[in-house]
């Protein structure tokens, strides 16, 4: 059996795509995105999905309706009746005073599948950014999707406690985050060094532009037991400033 993840980071789908051009000449987007803006991005990224028929579609940088969205839910946009199954949450936590603030509201990951599927909400314990999802496909394989910290020190943390997840969870692990790591895979050392974990992104393919600056930001990090049987891809996207994954399970 196959089975297809993508993870995209879509930038709240303001059409931003990391030259310097574009974030200058649409700046007002980060405080405000007109609807028609929004549309046009998601269905770009609808005709990825369409084209690469995943099963499971996970998203980070994806807004359930706020002020900066003209509270368009971004993710109830894209689904359809192939992907009827979903879960959408604040990323700074339950709880978190931030979920309430008119600059922080709205501000989500999400998920949408075409099969109803076992999934938890996690939490970082360090962090501003701190949802995590863990998401249970067939065969015992359990997909863990996040968007890290920009802070270094908390990075560390934050890979520090998704090994122990990941380590704890039975069955296989898949990894898919936008890392924010800016020193280079070296970073990623609490994570993988003497783990059962691997790393399936090169660093030299880059997933993330900012003006001239160029970094592989968006990983795949899996199960050594998986490698005879995983496969990835980068696809890009060019209505964001991060190039999306999609990982294939046999």
Request: glycine residues 6%; proline residues 2%; hydrophobic residues 40%.
């Amino acid at each position: 059996m196959v089975q297809k993840i993508l993870f995209s980071n879509i930038g709240y789908a303001k059409g931003i795509d990391g030259t310097l051009w574009q974030h200058l000449s649409r700046a007002g987007r980060y405080l405000y995105c007109r609807v028609p803006t929004q549309t046009l991005v998601l269905g770009q990224l609808k005709a990825i999905i369409d084209l690469e028929q995943p099963d499971l579609c996970c998203f980070v940088e994806i807004d359930s309706g706020s002020l900066h969205s003209a509270y368009l839910n971004q993710l109830k946009t894209l689904m359809d009746d192939d992907y009827y199954f979903f879960d959408i949450a604040n990323k700074y936590g339950q709880g978190n005073w931030r979920q309430y603030m008119p600059l922080s509201k709205g501000r989500s990951n999400a998920f949408m599948s075409k099969r109803e599927l076992k999934f938890d909400r996690l939490y970082f314990k360090h962090g501003t950014k701190r949802l995590m999802y863990r998401v249970e496909l067939h065969g015992n394989i359990h997909v863990f999707f996040a968007h890290f910290s920009l802070d270094r020190r908390v990075r560390v943390r934050q890979l520090e406690d998704v090994r122990a997840l990941m380590e704890a969870c039975p069955g296989e692990s898949i990894l898919l985050a936008d890392f924010n790591i800016m020193y280079g895979f070296s970073e990623l050392d609490p994570l993988l060094k003497e783990s059962e974990f691997m790393l399936l992104s090169k660093e030299d393919r880059h997933t993330f532009t900012f003006h001239n600056r160029k970094l592989a930001l968006d990983l795949c990090i899996c199960s050594k037991s998986l490698s005879e049987r995983i496969t990835l891809k980068v696809v890009d996207q060019p209505f964001s400033d991060h190039e999306a994954l999609l990982v294939e399970v046999r």
